[in-house]
């Protein structure tokens, strides 16, 4: 015999609707959980103490008042004075002034001055241009502005006639007048010193600065009377032929 079932009673077809059910009582359930309050206890509440109102006092402010004491009275007056004569005699010491009177005369020797020079002394070389007393080359004569123009004839000459001018053909320069800038010092004992040279090849300032060294030794220049340093500077133009 076949056992026949109502189609009512098949779970299957309320399947989708317990779906449902349980969906909409988990969100039930979470919302009342999320609106749910907590208030949190304080320590006294918990602890069931009473805080007791603290009473403030007033403290009143005192001032200290310090007692100014009395001066000491003075020491009572002797009741009898004596008055004591001064028998001995006391020799009064006169005096002498050291002041000199207009009419006073002071004579003085000459042994007992003595003159006392302080030597100046010029440690730096002075520009040829503002030099009182130029260097003088040997052989010139005259006053200072002719001693000064024949101390620069003189050097030029001698410059002109050792160089040796072969240097430039030698070198390769291009054709044109070259210079060579000489800067030497005339110290003060009369000796060339301190020459350097700049100019367009290393082996022109090297020629330069051998005719330079060659200069003869000089009578020293002077500032104020005193032997001093010179500066000078000399330029030397060459002409390069090609």
Do not use: W
Not at 9 to 22: H, I, P, R, T, V
Not at 104 to 116: C, F, H, S, W, Y
Not at 147 to 168: P, S
Not at 185 to 204: C, E, F, M, W, Y
């Amino acid at each position: 015999m076949e056992v026949k079932k109502n189609p009512k009673a098949k779970l299957e077809n309320y399947s989708g609707l317990f779906l449902q059910l349980g969906l909409a009582l988990s969100l039930l359930i979470v919302y009342v959980s999320i609106q749910h309050r907590v208030y949190e206890r304080s320590v006294s509440d918990l602890a069931g103490l009473i805080m007791e109102e603290q009473i403030v006092e007033d403290i009143p402010i005192t001032e200290r008042i310090e007692q100014i004491k009395p001066p000491p009275p003075p020491p009572p007056a002797p009741e009898v004075i004596e008055v004591v004569t001064d028998e001995a005699e006391v020799e009064e010491t006169m005096l002498e002034s050291t002041e000199i009177d207009q009419d006073d005369k002071v004579e003085v020797t000459l042994d007992q001055v003595e003159e006392v020079v302080e030597e100046e002394v010029i440690l730096d070389d002075v520009p040829f241009a503002i030099i009182e007393d130029a260097p003088i080359f040997p052989g010139c004569k005259g006053n200072k502005a002719a001693l000064k123009k024949c101390l620069q004839e003189k050097i030029m000459k001698h410059v002109g006639k050792n160089f040796d001018v072969n240097l430039t053909n030698e070198l390769g320069l291009e054709a044109g007048k070259k210079r060579v800038i000489v800067l030497f010092s005339i110290d003060r004992t009369g000796n060339i010193s301190k020459v350097q040279a700049r100019g367009p090849h290393a082996r022109l300032e090297k020629e330069a600065i051998r005719v330079v060294n060659s200069l003869p030794k000089m009578i020293p220049a002077k500032q104020r009377g005193i032997p001093v340093g010179v500066k000078y500077t000399l330029p030397i133009t060459l002409e390069v032929r090609i």
